[in-house]
T-cell receptor, first 112, second 113 residues
Framework: DSGVTQTPKHLITATGQRVTLRCSPR?????VYWYQQSLDQGLQFLIH???????AKGNILERFSAQQFPDLHSELNLSSLELGDSALYFC???????????FGQGTRLTVV | GNSVTQMEGPVTLSEEAFLTINCTYT??????LFWYVQYPGEGLQLLLK?????DKGSNKGFEATYRKETTSFHLEKGSVQVSDSAVYFC????????????FGIGTKLQVIP
């Protein structure tokens, strides 16, 4: 158990809908990262938050947004969903200057 | 910016064969380097890490040495097992509290009996 909790584990929704994925980082970790993993694109970095502030953006679509709350949990919002958004979405957290990232088990999103 | 270049797979080996998965990086300063493993149907798990030049990370028979002169962090194992079949990701994290972790594309390893 990495200590990072992601909910839900599975999500099936229709095209055009909006979903929210939730991540609780390890206790004390200030950094939260979101990644998308699909069969054809590999592991794609989406966004990084540190102590509530956005620090880096990767290949995140405008239809997607995220935030980190004062209690450090994070949410990834995906809207106007398309079939191609079907993927595994991972959250990871880390602490300190040399700390590795600890990953959650992921949320498998299926858009039908 | 920081980047990680990792050999593309898939890599198919027979059990007890020697494994090398190459990884090179581009980064300013002195990043920390990691290898992660993803078993089928699971999330990524840290396999090993090294935080400064010449450090050797090791775990479960896997090793990787932080080579600053060649900017490399190649993963090796002397004798692979079927249970090592997974996807392996090389990654780096720059110095500083809010540096993001940058991953390579991942190398799929398949070990056959």
């Amino acid at each position: 158990d990495s200590g990072v909790t992601q909910t839900p584990k599975h999500l099936i929704t229709a095209t055009g809908q909006r979903v929210t994925l939730r991540c609780s980082p390890r206790s004390g970790d200030l950094s939260v990262y979101w990644y998308q993993q699909s069969l054809d694109q590999g592991l794609q970095f989406l966004i990084h938050y540190y102590n509530g502030e956005e620090r880096a953006k990767g290949n995140i679509l405008e239809r997607f947004s995220a935030q980190q709350f004062p209690d450090l949990h994070s949410e990834l919002n995906l809207s106007s969903l398309e079939l191609g958004d079907s993927a595994l979405y991972f959250c990871a957290s880390s602490a300190g200057q040399v700390g590795e990232a600890f990953f959650g088990q992921g949320t498998r999103l299926t858009v039908v | 910016g920081n980047s990680v270049t990792q050999m593309e797979g898939p890599v198919t080996l027979s059990e007890e064969a020697f494994l090398t998965i190459n990884c090179t990086y581009t980064a300013t300063g002195y990043p920390s380097l990691f290898w992660y493993v993803q078993y089928p149907g699971e999330g990524l798990q840290l396999l090993l890490k090294a935080t400064k030049a010449d450090d050797k990370g090791s775990n479960k028979g896997f090793e990787a040495t932080y080579r600053k002169e060649t900017t490399s962090f190649h993963l090796e194992k002397g004798s692979v097992q079927v249970s090592d079949s997974a996807v392996y990701f090389c990654a780096l994290k720059g110095n500083g509290g809010y540096q993001k972790v940058t991953f390579g594309i991942g190398t799929k390893l398949q070990v056959i009996p």
